[in-house]
């Protein structure tokens, strides 16, 4: 069994000097051995479950949930890391490696075709850059996860899980909220990644929502009034949902009045039922 997180053996695994990691896809390799293991059991994981992960690297978390769960299925799409993952997961025959895009996928499609009835989990250190797209994509994919417990960098680990209505809250964290109910985990500074990246990152969880907490009759335009409020945070919400929604003003402040609130106010101190009003009353108009 390969010690995954001891620099050395990192280095030796993919080749010494030559391999050059990438920042296109967010390549920082957890060297914290501490973290995995908090990770995969944090996420709720039992012997009688599946986990997915997004992007296995050398498979340090890889091997984490394969030890607890009863199939793995995880997804990498650098070429170069596949022979490193056919070594470190030799010793996990429950592990399977998945090399293509997880945005790409029929995910429910491979979800039965992969693990059948099994309860099922993800966990994962997503890469960064598509943080939004994947948490968006795994809760809009109609597949009922237990849990998704996964590594952001801790700025939007804080938005995600900030209360929908404070000074802290975007477009994501109503939409997730919409979704699931959200909680930090803890905290992984820097310096626990191999190369460190330039900020820290934190562990979150998701746990979905068995029905959204506010009703609404058109989710696709109840998201779209809640992207356009937050597009122009500067900007008041009648001037960023006038822009977004291409709306007169007059109508937005209309909506607003019958809110309650000022034509000044702001979309980041709206809660989700008053974002579900909005875009019933401006959807009407």
Known sequence: MYQLTDTAVIKQLLGGQDFHFSKSLGQNF???????????????LTNDAGALEIGAGIGVLTVELAKRAKKVVTFEID??????????LSDC??????????????????VKESFGDLPLY????????????????LLESGVSFRAITVMVQK??????CAPVGSREAGALTAA?????????????KKTSFLPPPKVDSAVIRLTPRQKPPVQVTDEGYFFRVIKSAFAQRRKTAQNSLSAGLSLPKEKVAAALEA????????????TLEQ???????LKEQ
């Open 30 to 44: 957890l060297i914290d051995p501490s973290v995995c293991p908090a990770m995969a059991e944090q996420s709720g």
């Open 79 to 88: 070429d170069r890391l596949l022979p490193v993952l056919s070594r470190t």
């Open 259 to 270: 809110m309650g609130l000022p034509p000044t106010a702001r979309a980041e101190t709206f």
């Open 155 to 160: 700025e939007a680990a804080e938005r995600i």
């Open 176 to 188: 997730v909220h919409y979704r699931a109910e959200a909680e930090l985990l803890f905290e992984v």
């Open 275 to 281: 974002f579900a009003f909005l875009a019933g009353r």
């Open 93 to 110: 025959p429950n592990a399977e490696v998945r090399h293509q895009d997880i945005l790409k996928t029929d995910l429910p499609a491979l």
């Open 122 to 137: 993800v966990c994962a250190n997503l890469p960064y850059y598509i943080t939004s797209p994947i948490l968006m994509f």
